[in-house]
Every structure is written in C-alpha cells, then in structure tokens.
C-alpha cells in the first residue's frame, strides 16, 4: 500500500465515547489506507410490532398447500392414518428446521444470502442456491394468484359461467358444445374458457390476453404490497393473514350442515392402517411438512433478520409450526365436508338414473312412487343380475368410490369445488369469497419467497439502486413478470406442471440439507447453541441437539434419496389435454423440456458447489475492509476480512493501530496497539460471535483453539475494546 491518508476528523477515545462516531481505516480502490470517521451505522429495518411479524411468517407458512394438497395426501394415503407419519415428520423434521432458520437469521441480522457467506465462505453457495430456487418458484407461483383473480373477477355475475355449458345451433336446434357435452361445464370452463389450453406444451398457440392483463394485475399487486419491504408488507399481512382463516370458519360452518358431510368427514378421520406399511406415504408425509413450512426459501432467514436479537425464536418457531398444521387440518375437514356432499350428490343422482331406467323397463310392477333410493338400494340393487344390467344399460353406483376420486391442486380449487360452489345457494357470493382465501394466502406464502430473494440481494449491494427497496421490488417484479409470458401461452398450464414437479423440489432439499451440516458440523453446534443462549437466555435442550445432530440430517438424506429413485424409476410424463375427448391423457415430454427441466434444477443446486470451487481457487465475497476502535458498545464480534490485505500490513491513527501479522487462512493473526498495550490475537473463519462482554478467556469456540494464546478479543482501559461488528448499511466488515 502505498501511504496512510490521515482525516483532519481522528478522534480520541474520549471523543468517541461521547459521541456516536468511530474511527475508520479503510483501503481505497487505490490501494491507500484512508482514515476518518463514520457515523453510527444505520438500524436495521425491524418490525413494528411482534404480532406483525407472527401475522407475516404464519402467512407466509400457511399457502395454498394447505387447503389442496394436504386433503388430497390424506384421502389417498389412509385417511387418519396419514395423520400419525405427518405428526412424525413435523416434530422429527419440520419445527428443529424452522427453528434452525429462524436464529441463523435473527442471530446474523442478514438475507440468506448474508447469512452462509458469513457462516463459511465456502457454503456461500447455499444461500445463493436459496435466491435462485425462490425466484423461480416465486415465478410459477403468481400464476395461480392470476388465476384466482381471473375467477373472482368471473364471479361478479349473477349467474356464475361455469354453471352450465355453452350453447351452439346445429340443424337449427340449440344444444350444448360437444366438447363441454363430453366432460362438464366447469372442467369446459377451466380448460377452455380461462385457459383456452393447447394440445400439447409443444404448442403454444400464442398469448391469451384475458389472462394477460391478470398476470400484470397479480404482479402489480405483489410490488404494492412489497414496495416498502417489511413496512408495507406488514400492514398487508394484517388482512391477507386473517382473511383465510374467516373465510375456512363461514365454509365450516355451511359445510357441515351439507347433506353428506358426515359422510365425507368420516371417510377422512377412518384410519386405514394398512397404508402405513407403504414407504411412499412415510415419503410424501415428510415432503409435505417441508414444502408446507417454507423451509429453505430464504423467506424465513430474511423475516427473521428483522427481529430484535432477543426475540424468543424458539416459541415463534413452535408456535407457527402448529399453527400451519392445525391449519391443513382444519382447512381438510372443510374440504371433506365439501367432498362428502359433491359424493353424495353424485350417487344420488346414479340411483335416481337407475330407478327410471328400471321402471321404464317395468312399467307394471314397478313406479316413482314405490320405488324410493333407499328401497332400491336395500332390495332391488344387490339383486340385479349382469344380464339385467347390461340389458337395462345400469350404472354401477358406488358412494366409496366417489369418496375416492382424489383431486389435487388446481383441479381441486378449480374444478371440483367450483362444481360444488355452483350448488349452493347464492353461489356467486361463495364463489368470491372462495378466490378471495386462496388469493390472501397465495399473496401470503408469495411475500415470504420473493423477500428471500429481496433482501439477499439488498444485502449483497452489487449497485447502488438496490439500497432502493421499491426501486429494487420493481425490478424483480417486472423481470418476473417478462419471463411470465410463458405461462399466460396456451401452454403456459403445462409449465406451470413443469416448474412445480422439478423447480422447487430437489434443490430445496439439497439447500436444506446443506443448511443443517453447515450449522452443526462447519460453524459448530457448541458455537450456535451460545448464540441461542445469548439470544433467549439458555442453550437449546437435548430434542433441539438430537434433532439437528442426527435426525433431521438422515431423515432429509433418505428424503432426497427416495425422490431422485422415484424421478428415475417412474417415467416422466405430463397431463395433455385432449379436445375431442374431453379429457387429460398421459404423454412424455419432448427432449427439449427434458433440458430445461435439467437447467431448472441445476441452475440452483450447482450453485453451492460452483461458489465452493470458486472460493477455493481465490474468488471471494467482496467486502471492504473497515477497521474501528470503539469504547462501550454492544456491538457482535465479526472477523476480520480476508480480502485486499497483506501479511504485515499496518492501519493505524491517533487512536492505535492493527497489524496484519499471519495471512493464512482460515484464521488472521493481529497485533492491536493502543497506547502503551498491546496484544496479538488470534480470529477464526466466523462472523458471529458472542457478545463483547460475554467473551473471557476461555472462550476458544468462538475464536479458533489455539491453545497458546486464547485471548478472544482485546480490552483495554476504561472500557475501550477493540470491536468487530458488521455495517448493515455499508455491508463493510469493522473491527
């Protein structure tokens, strides 16, 4: 370095502990070592309230996959017996993870990004891994809230459209589409009257405009409520939070008093304990409360950086983590009920099919009138022969059967509950309130994923502009709404199947697995069990030290195992539609789509081992070096950087200087003079420590084991210490 450039602004220790500023050496561009001062660093954003902050992670917890994927996991995986491998995979898996989460990210005050470059330069790749994978999943994920606006919009009628077929003139006589004919009207106005789906994916069949203007209307909505970051979002959380859960309670209470609802509850609660000798149910349960608790987005380590650093972490993560599966649960009993009348329905109107088949057939001895449902179904039924019911063209009514015709995602929210919807009285008004709940919680689970992304890149300040949290918002939101152009095609349903089978599945739980070894095993469990005793007052209890060492590891490592086994051994195929049959048929993807679903899932997951290579041959995360003395502060230690100095360097000014004496990494050597004292100390690879004043001697954990000298961290005179903290505004390291 070529000088030291000295401020006219030095000030003593006496000056700096009275007032807010600290003495700065930092490296210019240059190469120079310029020394002034710096104000305090600017707070980082925090919630208002703690309720806020609840309201938001439970949000964000508590998404789509509550209301359509857990009814249809426990309708084809035993019924209650599901119930018992779920509650497993909660307390073995779901809450240690969430808690995990939720300290990294209240302890180290960081997106995720921050967070693992801080933790190890060499796991950095996972919380870039974290960015990506929320980005694209953040992409896909607008699309069903266009499609609830478009619904909701669609149900301001006084008749909803899907109520009926459309009509067509054939030979002067008006009948019902053939198309629509075949299959039902709301499959008809799903497939063709909001998607106007293709043949094929391979078969775009350009832009529909309707659903254009809702893809612009849902990502205009997102960048409103996100535009302020934590500010905005967390007085939108106070409406899209709650709204579902007054929206599942008025449900509850029409659903139950359905005809056939206790029915449909009973065939829900009715254990089939048979199915828990499948290992695929064990598999799917654990799936399930991975992807229902949003672990290894991001969202959580992000929201949780705004916390107070004392905040109790662990009942927060308790708390949210029921809340979410009481919440599947409830949201099941609803959907069931709803379910048991849509059977019930069904048989009743197969019997009464048969009834007039019969007494048409024999007009004699039977009628309408001595022939009731429960008459045919105790005496005439069981004793119907085939050569009578081929003859009289019966159906075979089955209420179990009809119980069993699961249906997920989209086609339970689009197209089954839409039937049901259509039956009740004042339908219109169900219908909007139904769209509304699924549009407050696919906003909630939204904010979460894409804040992930928001704040590691704000974090990383790669450009100015991205201090701007709305200047930053809309560029994300406009370059995810230009890719989103695929989705709004006539193939944009068969992308969205793409994207959700393959973008968030495999690399999350490869960032997940990655987020528990690189707590336990790299920063050191002893390590983080003191900073969750800084935090909450006691170190995490032997469950908590089970679970992370052990447990959630091989339960995750068998998880990624069973599901790259199913990937190779079941071949992937996708749903197409058929338009002269009215129906979905199996078909292979074209090789092409293979590629892209290669690049989906490897522009994710390679980015942990390419940012290790990197790193390793030289290649780091960039932070200016900024070195402080300061007296009397509450600030965490943090390391020095690695970067842009030398062995034997020396940054000093009127208040002392730090001498580089070893470059050799993973640790950095210093000798630190103030006055007349003067120490040497020895710093490890990590960027959160305990507290200034917590540290003694024998706190070699935090700072390497060097057995021949242990001094963590200088402290001289009349309180001065030598502090390491890290600048949230600036992103600079200060020692």
Not at 88 to 95: F, K, N, P, S, T
Not at 398 to 410: F, N
Not at 524 to 531: E, G, P
Not at 606 to 614: D, G, R
């Amino acid at each position: 370095m070529s000088g030291v450039k000295e401020n006219d602004s030095s000030d003593s220790l006496d000056q700096l502990d009275n007032t807010n500023e600290r003495t700065r050496l930092s490296v210019t561009d240059e190469g120079d070592v310029e020394c002034g001062t710096d104000e305090k660093p600017k707070e980082r954003a925090a919630w208002d309230s703690k309720v806020q902050f609840l309201l938001t992670i439970i949000g964000y917890a508590v998404g789509l996959g509550n209301v359509w994927r857990f009814p249809y996991l426990c309708q084809k995986n035993g019924g209650g017996a599901f119930l018992i491998p779920y509650t497993i995979m909660l307390v073995a898996e779901g809450i240690p993870l969430f808690y995990l989460e939720l300290a990294i990210g209240q302890r180290l005050r960081k997106g995720s990004i921050g967070v693992w470059n801080e933790i190890h330069p060499m796991l950095g790749g996972i919380g870039y891994s974290s960015a990506v994978v929320s980005f694209i999943v953040s992409l896909y994920y607008n699309v069903i809230i266009m499609w609830c606006l478009f619904y909701m919009g669609s149900s301001f009628t006084s008749e909803l459209p899907w109520t009926s077929c459309p009509t067509e003139t054939r030979n002067n006589v008006t009948v019902p589409v053939e198309e629509c004919a075949k299959s039902d009207a709301t499959s008809y106005y799903w497939y063709r009257g909001a998607l106007d789906i293709s043949p094929s994916i391979a078969e775009p069949e350009g832009i529909k405009w309707k659903m254009l203007l809702c893809l612009f209307a849902a990502w205009l909505l997102v960048y409103l409520c996100m535009c302020k970051g934590i500010k905005s979002q967390g007085k939108v959380v106070y409406f899209t939070a709650t709204f579902p859960y007054v929206v599942l309670i008025i449900f509850f209470g029409r659903a139950v008093t359905l005809p056939g609802a206790g029915t449909g509850l009973l065939h829900m609660f009715t254990p089939k304990m048979d199915r828990l000798l499948d290992p695929q149910v064990w598999l799917e349960a654990a799936t399930q409360i991975f992807y229902s608790l949003g672990l290894a987005f991001g969202g959580l380590i992000a929201y949780s950086s705004y916390n107070p650093p004392k905040n109790n972490c662990r009942r927060d993560a308790i708390l949210v983590s029921i809340t979410n599966c009481s919440t599947s649960i409830f949201a099941s009993i609803v959907i069931f009920a709803v379910l048991g009348y849509k059977a019930t329905n069904l048989f009743d109107n197969c019997i009464d099919r048969n009834i007039h088949k019969y007494v048409t057939a024999y007009p004699g001895a039977w009628n309408d009138t001595n022939i009731t449902r429960s008459f045919y179904i105790q005496n005439i039924a069981p004793n119907i022969t085939n050569d009578t019911r081929f003859n009289l063209n019966l159906e075979t009514c089955s209420l179990e059967e009809d119980l069993d015709k699961a249906a997920e995602g989209t086609g339970l929210a689009f197209i089954v509950f839409t039937q049901v919807i259509v039956e009740f009285p004042v339908a219109p008004f169900w219908s909007v309130i139904f769209f509304l709940m699924l549009l407050t919680l696919g906003l909630g689970s939204q904010f979460g994923t894409l804040e992930g992304v928001a704040t590691s890149l704000a974090d990383l300040e790669l450009f100015p502009w991205m201090k701007k949290k709305w200047l930053l918002s809309a560029f994300l939101c406009s370059i995810s709404f230009v890719i989103g152009l695929m989705f709004v095609t006539g193939s944009g349903q068969y992308w969205v199947t793409v994207f959700d089978s393959f973008a968030g599945t495999f690399p999350l739980m490869v960032v997940a697995l990655f987020e528990v070894v690189g707590v336990v095993y790299v920063y050191k469990i002893k390590r983080f069990n003191k900073d969750i005793k800084e935090m909450l007052g006691e170190e995490p209890g032997l469950y908590w030290q089970i679970t992370w060492r052990f447990v959630s590891p091989i339960l995750m490592v068998v998880v990624l195992i069973a599901s790259l086994v199913s990937k190779i051994v079941i071949p992937v195929t996708y749903k197409l539609y058929n338009r002269e049959k009215a129906a979905l048929e199996d078909s292979k993807y074209p090789w092409w789509v293979g590629v892209i679903i290669s690049i989906l899932v490897c522009s994710s997951a390679l980015c942990i081992p390419i940012v290790a290579i990197l790193r390793k041959c030289g290649i780091k995360y960039k932070r200016v070096p900024v070195f402080t003395v300061s007296k009397n502060s509450e600030s965490s230690a943090a390391i020095l950087d690695e970067n842009d100095s030398d062995s034997g360097n020396v940054f000093e000014n009127s208040t002392g200087s730090i001498t580089i004496l070893d470059d050799a990494s993973p640790r950095r050597r210093v000798r630190i003079s103030l006055g007349d004292d003067e120490d040497a100390i020895d710093l490890s690879g990590s960027l959160s420590f305990p507290k200034l004043d917590d540290l003694d001697e024998d706190n070699d954990s935090a700072f390497g084991s060097n057995e021949s000298n242990r001094t963590p961290i200088y402290k001289g005179t009349a309180g001065t210490k030598l502090l390491a903290a890290q600048d949230q505004e600036h992103s600079e390291s200060t020692v």
